[in-house]
DNA sequence: AAATCGTACTTGTCTAGACAAGCACAGTCA
DNA sequence: TGACTGTGCTTGTCTAGACAAGTACGATTT
């Protein structure tokens, strides 16, 4: 037993972090059976809640698979996933250590169009709040954003200076956020973007579609276009 | 007492659904002070280890946020995060109905150039197994695999027939993984990437850069370019 | 007034044992 | 041969109690 690295780990931590290293190390390759519950806590000499915690952790975390009845498996880590933050664009800038400021271009009461009703849950030429927004980064556009409000979530929506906080931030302070969808895709800006953004009409563009409901009401529809050029959408994986 | 939706859930996933549920009727504001463990045990007439269990996954659900010797919190649901997983392409497509066959256009031997001797952990000049391959769903392109491999990592790496089994593929056979970075963005691309997949030198391309690492030690680079009318991620964020 | 201490409350973790449920496999019976 | 059954393994879940550790706050002392 070689696990005497952190003297001050909890058991259940020690048990874990001694699968995870032999289980890095490759001593089981994918798919093969694991030590049982049972063989663990004779090994280690604690109870079998401790080694439970640690074997479900690890389930948790995608290294290892357990099935009732046959055992605990190495898992096959045959894919790549990791978890992607989509974060407030100010916050973001910030914590970089750069400025931002944001220009608004239009922020107004319309009429639903169907396919916008469709999306958020109402009739065709209900009222819905619009604002298209250009988000610059050390004075430089980085995005703009178009985005329609659902006005029963955030009746004073119009009311807001978005010049000092972002739409993101502030629907979120209105209404908790329970649920989003979102899509990514390379695209050519439209003529009125590629202006507002100061780049070619043929550049790439970073497209993120973003709609998000909370309790079941969905709130917005979001369109953020991204010069390719000036925006990575960056992500980690580790296990 | 209303929560005998489903009779046959475990205890745990009782109260578990029980705060889910209020939480998400917006019972406790982001912030707000829950119920604590011992008020929850009389409540539901279980043990503390089973409402602890509760408490413990929704905080890994980030839906609260607990303080040793202060309480549970509901989560300020301030961010939205969600699994960004990178599947396989060629599972991808199958899962789709759709048909996929691979072009191999390059698979040699080179010698390492600085900056990608510096990103696999080699010396420049190096020997390094480099393939282009072209990926098509239902006979259209859908992705240029511009790829670098490790040979100390698969030596036998040239010898596959790469038009029936994906590099992805093999790796994660050869090498499980441990470490993984992407990013994402969006781009022109290169003359012979547009040519291969028969798409204008202009048109916008989503571009996926991805280094992956087993066992501290460098695999594979990769640059994945898709045709940005003919690509879409996507993704789902649900507590 | 400021620093210290004690107390009550919280979550974090562990134990030893229990029963349920799922799976594989050997043995039995028709 | 084929269907059934028991047995021994596994993980899934729960219990009642215990001690540790962190926080807030009031009481006491300096």
Redesign the pocket.
Known sequence: MVTARQPNL????KVKQYLKARLQKGRWPPGALMP????LVVQF??????V??A??ELQVEGLVE???????FAAQLHRVSSTLTIRDLHTEIESRGHTHHAEVHLARQEAATAALAEKLGLTKGAAVFHTLIVHHENNVPLQCEDRYVNPACAPDYLNVDFTKTTPTHYLLEVAPLWEAQYSIEAAAPTAREAKLLGIGRHDACLIIVRRTVSRNVPITVARLVHPGSRYLLEGQFKP
Do not use: W
């Open positions: 909890a058991p259940y931590a049982s519950e049972a063989e000499g604690v109870s079998r809640m401790t439970n915690r074997l479900k357990r099935v009732q009845g046959l055992g605990t």
